[in-house]
């Protein structure tokens, strides 16, 4: 492992590629501390974040903390995820752009365009909820007193709407614009490494909290350690996982003679929706939250809405009402472990490129039975994958709820930095990675990280 390190910064290419990439993933962490414009610094460093609260939480935990530190990353590289997914759902149900795809790279290069645009859209609404939270903590809101006064400073508050809304969007395209940088003279993919950084950004001080603040045993975080070690194992198995299905060609004419083509597989990914799931089905169960919230503020103090609250909280004192959201939540994985897989698979297009280049599945016809067998292959491997999904999102809220550590402290932060999709996207962003470093290596006759086998990049 040592000698592979040190062949890395033999290759002057490699080596900076890689001093290329550290250097623009700092450029992003000192962004994360650089507030807006009229946000004053001093009480910023007073808010602390918890994971558990909802969208807030998920988004200030992929934004590396720059959410609640009001920085011009406040929103970080989500809005172009978000992006990116509703374009994907789009080319599904509008066929020009699925033709647009198929065009080579200048299909690829418009689509890629009208992502940004989306982009920008999205960041100038998400930016005024950013806002509209800041106006909120300085100066409260309806019956709400503020939260932290003279969080906006006064003499600003007149033209804070549009400086804001400047600031974090250019935040945004500027995040952007260096994740291209990364891909294209890094290492890595650029957009994955700065949510891998910014989720990595939050561990040294979760891990000092949770040593010095925290009432935790040296048990617990003994158990704690083992558990995120298991974790890990688990989801490097998750995102390795694969189904081969053994593919045969005919008999083809290669100038004068007639060869037999070589036998080839289809892998299909026990995970093949990835992180989509969760996201879905985290945003989804806050919907129902929002609007309950909502209500409530509106509705006077009814009892009634502090009990239907309660069953979408994971961490209810009464056990049916965890056990409630915890079936719900763990549905709408599946649900959407399924729907996405269906979205980036259609058998009856895979089945007829088959038959069109003479492949086969032995044993199978081809047509519809080749069409039936992979819809079967498809249903089989994924409600495994979607249950360990689910299992996965709900590890972080089993642990803080057996190990009796606060979602807010530094065991709680460090546990949902070791859960659900964080923990997908760590895993599956440092494979990637070091399958293309692996390849650098043995491109120019060096040893890989692995001596026996090369590292199984992401299908």
Known sequence: MFQTIANIFRIPELRSKIFFTIGMLLLFRMGTHVSIPGINSLIVTGITADPSEGFLGMVDLFAGGALLKFSIFALGIMPYISSSIIMQLVMVLIPSLQKMQKEGEEGRKKIQQYTKYGTLILCAVQSLAVIQLANSWSTGSGNS???????????????????????????TVLLIWLGEQITERGIGNGISLIIFAGIIGRMPEALISMFTSDTSDALSVLILLIIFIL?????????????????????????????????????????????????????????????????????????????????????????????????????????????????????????????????????????????????????????????????????????????????????????????????????????????????QLLMRNYEGFMKKTKIKGRA
């Open 145 to 171: 007193p503020a939260k932290y006064p003279g969080l906006i400073n006064p003499s600003v508050e007149a033209y804070f709407l549009p400086l804001a809304m400047l600031s974090i969007t250019t935040g």
């Open 231 to 439: 974790l890990i194992a688990l989801t490097v198995i998750l995102t390795q996982g694969v189904r081969r299905v053994p593919l045969n060609y005919g008999k083809q004419m290669v100038g004068r003679k007639m060869v037999q083509a070589r036998s080839q597989s289809i892998p299909f990914k026990v995970n093949s929706a990835n992180v989509m799931p969760i996201i879905f089905a985290s945003s989804l169960i806050l919907f129902p939250q929002t609007i309950i919230q909502w209500l409530s503020s509106k509705g006077g103090q009814w009892a009634g809405w502090a009990v239907i609250m309660d069953y979408f909280n994971p961490f209810s004192q009464i056990w049916y009402h965890a056990l409630f959201y915890f079936v719900i939540y763990t549905s709408l994985i599946i649900f959407f472990a399924y729907f996405y897989t269906a979205i980036q698979f259609n058998p009856q297009e895979l089945a007829d490129n088959l038959k069109k280049y003479g492949g086969f599945i032995p044993g199978v016809r081809p047509g519809s039975q080749t069409k039936e067998m992979i819809e079967k292959i498809l249903n089989r491997i994924t409600l495994p994958g979607a249950l360990f999904l689910a299992g996965l999102a709900l590890a972080p809220y089993l642990i803080i709820k057996f190990l009796n550590l606060g979602s807010n402290t530094g065991g709680g932060t460090l546990v949902y930095t070791f859960g659900g999709t964080s923990l997908l996207i760590m895993v599956g962003v440092a494979l990637e990675t070091l399958k293309q470093i692996e390849a």
